[in-house]
């Protein structure tokens, strides 16, 4: 199965990958953000790499392949708030015949800006511009959007163990 975690920044994606692997120390957690970095070594830096089509088609081969050789349980805690992308990853995943438990994590968007402001600036970048662009791709309303089957929660009102034991709950439902 394919646990993948979506949600904006701020979210509470990689924290609650985190606790799952703590649980299920088996799985592999994938990020698909090294494939954006590995896709900008080779190619010029765009605002965004899963704006390139060879990210989106990489990041179903590489989640493929790690399921296929290596992981029966593959933890993914990667954001598509983009709704045509989202269905690009995840359509292409479950064409493959892959199970896939799709976790949206919702929070009030003050939340979400408090979080992202209290993160370190990744490497290369000034606090501002990272900050700056990560709240401009906050999305109040793509909880609203996602695909039938998501299993919605809210990150601001549940701790990551809760989170945990939902998502563990709604991946036994996947498989019975």
């Known amino acids: ?79 598509l708030v983009r709704d045509a992308y989202r269905a690009e990853v995840l359509d292409g995943l479950a064409a493959a015949g892959e199970e896939v438990l799709h976790v949206f994590l919702d929070a009030d968007v003050d939340v979400l800006e408090q979080r992202i402001s209290a993160r370190p600036a990744p490497a290369g970048q000034s606090a501002g511009d990272a900050l700056d662009w990560a709240l401009s791709r906050l999305d109040p309303t793509a909880a609203a959007r996602q695909p039938e089957g998501t299993v919605v929660l809210r990150s601001d009102r549940l701790t990551p163990a809760e989170l945990a034991d939902e998502v563990l709950a709604a991946s036994r439902h996947l498989t019975a």
């Open 1 to 79: 199965m394919i646990i993948w975690l979506n949600g904006g920044f701020g979210a509470g994606k990689t924290t609650l990958a985190a606790e799952l692997h703590r649980r299920l120390p088996d799985a592999v957690v994938y990020d698909p953000e090294d494939v954006g970095v590995m896709l900008w070594r080779w190619l010029p830096p765009n605002e965004d790499f899963q704006d390139l089509p060879s990210w989106r088609e990489l990041v179903v081969a590489t989640a493929l392949s790690l399921r296929r050789h290596h992981a029966h349980t593959l933890i993914v805690p990667m954001s």
